[in-house]
């Protein structure tokens, strides 16, 4: 792709001209007070926001060291019920997490589908959301 000098200039005159009106629009002026931005969320959203990070977190210690706490026992414990195996979490390629289940004896472990392991996550995962909102004061 071929840039020409003059849509370069054009690029700089603009941005010269918005880094002179800013500077201009920032200034106080006798008479003008400046008020900050505000936002603002309500309490469901913060709730919810809350929930997630949480859930987040779980899930990702689920992964390095297994179910340790009670709400994460909890919660990986109905997902293996759901299942009808015991299963192992893990992480894969960094960011993905992999599925594994073990067989009847105890000894071996048995892949997961990829299609099987992101629905078990996903259960995984509104699992944890309803034992941390249960457990939300």
């Known amino acids: ?21 800013g500077r201009i629009s920032s200034q106080t002026r006798p008479g ?3 008020t900050p931005d505000m936002v603002t969320i309500s309490a ?6 809350v929930i997630e990070k949480v859930s987040t977190d779980m899930l990702d ?3 390095k060291n297994g179910p340790q706490s009670h ?5 990986f414990e109905k997902l293996q019920k759901e299942y009808g195996h015991p299963l192992i979490l893990s992480r894969k390629n960094g960011n993905e997490f992999e599925f594994k289940a073990i067989d009847d004896t105890g000894t071996t ?3 997961i589908s990829e299609e099987t392991s992101g629905e078990l996550l996903e259960k995984l995962k509104g ?3 309803n034992t941390v909102s249960q457990n939300m004061i």
């Open 1 to 21: 792709m071929v840039i020409s000098t003059y849509q370069i200039n054009n690029v700089l005159r603009v941005y010269g001209n918005q880094l002179r009106q």
């Open 61 to 63: 210690q689920i992964a």
């Open 44 to 49: 469901g959203n913060k709730r919810d926001a």
């Open 127 to 129: 699992h944890i959301r």
């Open 109 to 111: 472990t048995l892949e």
């Open 71 to 75: 709400d994460e026992k909890q919660a």
């Open 32 to 34: 003008n007070q400046h």
